[in-house]
């Protein structure tokens, strides 16, 4: 990665800000742009390996849905509110 380039947590913590839309804190990986921005940007690198170490080390929320993930900034990710003891009450088990 040349010196001129955002690092990875940059980018993607400015690309979150810039592309959400309406009332939506976080961003769809595929449809804002983002997985093919950021192959431009690196020249072909890995947005999900690089989104993965940044979730890895705390520095980003991904929450996966229907055709791909959601990224976050940190304090704007949605809270797990369900646990799985919670869901097994739930069901009876």
Known sequence: M????????????????????????????VYSGFNEAFKDYYDGASPVDATNALAKDG????RPVRGGVML???????TQ???AKDALNKMGL
């Open 2 to 29: 040349s010196e001129d380039k955002l690092s990875h947590e940059e980018f993607v913590k400015k690309a979150i800000v810039s592309l959400r839309k309406g009332g939506y804190k976080g961003i769809h990986t």
């Open 59 to 62: 520095k980003v929320v991904i």
């Open 72 to 78: 976050y900034l940190l304090e704007d990710a949605p």
């Open 81 to 83: 509110t369900q646990t």
